[in-house]
């Protein structure tokens, strides 16, 4: 049974640079691994899609080992506006199912 | 702003009451999702319309009834509710399977209360 496996809360400090990682282990060839930011009575927002090596855009980076079963989410320099809930997806290309985390609760200390 | 509205934003209603949540997205996508989330739990996948047919529904009470017209509107009927079912529910929108699934965008959630 697929499933992916998160920390369920971190802490940090502004200015630091944080790193969360996801493991999925029974992740196939095809399937994509996807992060998203949510904050309390929103929507979860998309951070950062990927499917091996490494992935950057403007707010993160996305590490994904050669064997795939992890995945890493690394967010430079945060700052107290980071202080949200971070979910990693893998989306099965096998069977169309989306397996969710549950959740990394993620607090920036000043 | 993500591109998909819900409304209503809030809603308290009674056990006998029949009230209904609209998702509305201007994407451009073709899949459309109901999502569940309760305090202090993940997120959990209630139904999910591809090209306005409905290919999953994950073992969702009956009292939960979707409706997807087009692929730009999705609805969720709710009739005889229980106090349980008192949560965030959110729509969120995709390009339809296989493409980029994994990619959704959520609206801001409609924060319903059963009393």
């Known amino acids: 049974l697929a499933k992916t496996t998160q920390p369920i809360s971190m802490d940090s400090y502004e200015g630091q640079e944080v790193n969360i990682t996801c493991s999925h282990n029974n992740i196939a060839t095809n399937d994509y691994i996807t992060w998203y930011q949510q904050f309390p009575s929103q929507g979860p927002r998309f951070i950062i899609q990927?499917?091996?090596?490494?992935v950057t855009n403007e707010v993160a980076s996305l590490f994904i080992p050669a064997d795939r079963k992890s995945s890493t989410l690394s967010l430079p320099r945060v700052s107290l506006s980071d202080t949200a809930v971070y979910y990693c997806?893998?989306?099965?290309?096998?069977?169309?199912?989306?397996?969710w985390g549950a959740g990394t609760k993620l607090i920036i200390k000043p | 702003e993500t591109g998909v509205t819900q409304t209503p934003r809030h809603l308290v209603m009674g056990m006998t009451n029949k009230k209904s949540l609209k998702c509305e997205q201007h994407l451009g996508h073709n899949a459309m999702y109901w999502y569940k989330q309760s305090a202090k739990k993940p997120l959990e996948l209630m139904f999910v319309y591809n090209f306005k047919e409905q290919t999953e529904n994950n073992s969702v009470p009956s009292r939960f009834s979707p409706e997807c017209p087009n692929s730009s509107h999705l609805f969720l009927h709710l009739h005889t509710l229980q106090p349980e079912d008192s949560a965030l529910y959110l729509c969120?929108?995709?390009?339809?399977?296989?493409?980029?699934?994994?990619?959704?965008?959520f609206g801001p959630g409609t924060r319903l209360t059963v009393t």
């Open positions: 997806l893998v989306a099965m290309d096998s069977n169309y199912q989306l397996i």
């Open positions: 969120a929108s995709s390009h339809a399977r296989p493409d980029s699934f994994g990619e959704q965008y």
């Open positions: 990927g499917y091996k090596t490494k």
